[in-house]
């Protein structure tokens, strides 16, 4: 019932930023919650960045201060900014949105690479 489409990701040398956009698409939307997961081969999916209908906002340790994540209920979609960015935030980001009728619905991901 929902789909999710994630744009804004590359390459970007360290320092750098990256905004990337997630659209969701469906009938009858009841997303209370929006958030940016990313997952590193060998290692589990860990939760970046998360924001309610409240704006309400969460953030893993190893990117407050550097990591913005917003929305705009227009049109639907999450945005995170990403400034300084570091090697370490190399990975496949996913966009998430959780339903409260359905559940939660999963983006295809987008490749971030920092490096020189």
Known sequence: QVQ?????GGLVQPGGSLRLSCAASGSRLRITA????RQTPG???????????????????????RF???RDDAKNTVYLQ?????????SVYYCNAFDIMTGSYWGQGTQVTVSS
Request: proline share 2%; no cysteine.
């Open 82 to 90: 990403m400034n300084s960015l570091k090697p370490e935030d190399t």
């Open 68 to 70: 913005t994540i917003s």
């Open 4 to 8: 999710l489409v994630e744009s804004g």
């Open 43 to 65: 290692k589990q999916r860990e939760l970046v960045a998360t924001i309610t209908a409240g704006s309400n906002t969460n953030y893993a340790d190893s990117v407050r201060g």
């Open 34 to 37: 929006m958030g940016w997961y």
